[in-house]
């Protein structure tokens, strides 16, 4: 499996360089002269404001309804406004959900609801009966206890399978420690807050908090803003309720000093860092633009110093961004990226220096021209579409700008002076406050971490204060790496069953971004593999081992294997690697980890370690280092299946730069295999 590892690696982690290309900037000529519209408008006696823009170029139109309440905790029952949006438009009072379903379909529309507002688009030709639909789905929802039970006991599900998700955890313990746990922005669902929610909260808070008091309609498309008004009228003048209650919280604050928060988790086969502070950036402020702009160059793309420096240098990560926002409520500055163990404490050495550095030094009129080239040029596309101009003025509206915002929008983007940058970095990126969030796998990253000399302090994977992890035990009397790689033969079968075992075949699938992946493996007990790996039934990999070459197909270039590599190759090209370790007397026990929350015996063999279940015996994961024993990639194992006679992992969760989650679908032992296949 390692040579696999590090091929998908390669081939995954190629993509962004491509993307990454910079292209050179045309010479920009003068500032465009951007005419942004207004929409026209109108108020219900109840508080609903309308913003209807008219645009007959395409027969359709879209329907946005906004709810603009302030932030609210909901404390023990947290999860109740999530419930709220998985009930609500299922189905209404005067229409049965199925029914409701169907004739969205017919009329090629789509509709969504939420705790927040609801939307809905398609032909203008049937813009009355879909706006009576989202009518009727957003005043007139109906609430039932069937629905309820089933939506609920789909998010329970939800939430456990985020249990073992080290970027879910993350974003969770980030919100809490920046915001605090009692802050509408910093607390979280979970099982036992949802398990407190009953369909009655779910309904007090439909009539709480969806209300007309704070509400806006956005009208775009083919209509006539006098129709519209007057179906508006009709179907919304009834609705009633006053504005929301707002509760005021105390604004959290930043650490007195930097320091790292640290997460131990164990089955982590990469860290998720997260730089943060707290900001009250408005878009109102005089600072705004200086902000935007000097996130852009932090870290806001491809182009941002974060990823030249985190991912073109030392190509360490994927990706690496920062991201900033102007809002009437507190928010936060924070700059993230994923990254493999083992740098992980210099990746977040260089992440600071780069927050540091866009704080005290000029940035170049290169640097300063492209991001006001990507905001201006951004900027004059979307004031092209009809619904930027609705969004626009909604923004006007709910962050309380003035009415030449965006016409001044490009002249505010072009006056930013370097200066600005500079104070407004000062101001909004903290170097000296600032929560360093590492969530990942404390054997591997804490020692690392401790060199940096940043104070570490550690919690749990819910924002809890605990103690520091314990990173290894120690080895019982009597155990050596031939009982632990016994254990395993005896545990996957047997030594006669072990040894029985000429080749292997699996077929593997995994979900990348929405798309299927499929892994092919075919190994021989004579020291020969096969390895494809398919997107959308295109081969975009192949890899070959036999006794006497070894190459690697991708995409159209084959490369051939040679010297050391092709050597270690072979020898790995073997349905167990643990029966060679038996014999070479270099593999030495050295550790005990925790793995997935269970203890694993850790067996060095050169630069490479694997764990073993200490109850189980099973082989629950492999980190593979290079030459100067660095970790490069690990790999995780489970849910072991007999085929055969011999249990096999159907379960391979690996490192690619993103974690792939790989089911094997297909297993044959001593069959489907060929000696054409190592061809």
Do not use: C
């Not at 007139?140 to 629905?147: A, G, K, V």
């Not at 085929?643 to 730069?657: R, T």
């Amino acid at each position: 499996m390692k040579k696999v590892i590090y091929l998908l690696a390669g081939l995954f982690l190629s993509v962004p360089v491509l993307q990454a290309q910079q292209v050179p900037m045309p010479k920009p000529g003068p500032s465009p002269v951007v005419n942004v519209g207004k929409p026209q408008t109108f108020e219900l006696k109840n508080g609903l404001k309308v913003l209807v823009v008219e645009n007959h170029k395409l027969p359709r139109v879209s329907y946005s309804l906004t709810i603009d309440n302030a932030p609210y905790a909901e404390g023990a029952k947290k999860g109740v406004s999530d419930m709220l949006s998985a009930v609500i438009g299922e189905g209404t009072k005067n229409i049965s959900k199925d029914k409701f379903n169907e004739e969205i379909d017919y009329l090629g529309a789509s509709i969504n609801f939420g705790a927040n507002g609801a939307s809905a688009s398609g032909l203008s030709k049937y813009n009355d009966r879909l706006l009576e639909l989202l009518a009727d789905g957003a005043l007139n929802p109906l609430f039932t206890q069937e629905e309820f039970d089933k939506q609920k006991a789909k998010m329970i599900e939800g939430l456990k399978s985020e249990e073992k998700n080290v970027k879910a955890v993350a974003g969770r313990v980030t919100d809490a420690l920046i915001y605090g746990m009692k802050h509408p922005n910093g607390e979280y669902v979970t099982e036992q807050t949802l398990n407190n929610v009953t369909l009655d909260d779910v309904k007090q808070n439909y009539v709480t908090y969806f209300v007309p008091g704070n509400a806006y309609l956005v009208v775009v498309g083919d209509v006539k803003f006098k129709d519209v008004k007057k179906k508006v009228t009709k179907l919304f003048g009834s609705w009633t309720g006053d504005k929301a209650p707002a509760a005021s919280y105390s604004d959290p604050k930043d650490v007195q000093y930097t320091q790292v928060n640290f997460v131990d988790m164990p089955n982590a086969v990469q860290s998720e860092i997260t730089i943060a502070n707290v900001t009250n950036l408005k878009m109102t402020d005089k600072e705004y633009f200086a902000t935007i702009l000097a996130n852009q160059i932090l870290g806001g793309g491809g182009e941002g110093r974060l990823f030249l420096n985190i991912r073109e240098k030392h190509g360490w990560t994927y990706g690496a961004y920062s991201s900033v926002g102007g809002n009437k409520y507190v928010g936060n500055f924070d700059a993230s990226t994923s990254v493999r163990n083992a740098v992980t404490d210099s990746a977040v050495v260089e992440m600071m220096n780069e927050v540091k550095r866009i704080r005290t030094d000029l940035v170049s009129d290169e640097e300063l021209k492209v991001a006001k080239a990507k905001y201006i040029g951004n900027f004059v596309m979307q004031v092209e579409k009809p619904g930027t101009v609705a969004r626009y003025a909604l923004l006007t509206k709910t962050q309380g700008l003035p009415e030449d915002f965006y016409q001044n929008y490009i002249k505010n983007i072009n006056d930013v002076t370097a200066e600005d940058i500079r104070n407004a970095a000062k101001k909004f990126f903290s170097a000296d406050n600032s929560r360093i969030i590492v969530v990942g796998k404390a054997a591997d990253v804490l020692p690392g971490l401790e060199k940096t000399g940043i104070p570490i302090n550690y919690f749990d994977k819910f924002g809890n204060p605990s103690e520091k992890p314990v990173v290894s035990k120690l080895i019982p009397a009597g155990v050596t790496a031939k009982t632990v790689l016994d254990g395993y033969i005896k545990a996957v079968g047997g030594d006669k069953a072990v040894k029985a075992v000429k080749t292997i075949y699996t077929k593997s699938t995994a979900s990348v971004q929405g798309t299927t992946l499929e892994l092919t493996s075919k190994v021989s007990a004579d020291h020969k593999q096969f390895v494809e790996m398919k997107v959308m039934g295109m081969s975009m990999m192949k890899q070959v081992v036999n006794d006497k070459a070894a190459y690697v197909s991708q995409q159209g270039q084959k490369q051939d294997i040679t010297g050391d590599k092709l050597k270690e190759m072979q020898e790995s090209a073997v349905p167990f690697e643990e029966l060679a370790m038996l014999a070479n007397k270099d593999v030495k026990l050295t550790a005990i980890e925790s793995v997935n929350g269970a203890d694993a015996y850790v067996i060095k063999n050169g630069t490479d370690s694997y764990l073993y279940d200490v109850k189980t015996g099973f082989k629950v994961a492999e980190i593979h280092g290079d030459e100067k024993g660095e970790q490069k990639q690990t790999t995780y194992y489970s849910d072991y299946k007999a085929v055969k006679g011999v249990k096999i992992p159907f379960k391979v969760l690996m490192n690619v730069g993103f974690e792939l989650d790989l089911t094997v679908v297909e297993a044959k032992v001593n069959e489907g295999v060929t000696p054409a296949d190592f061809q």
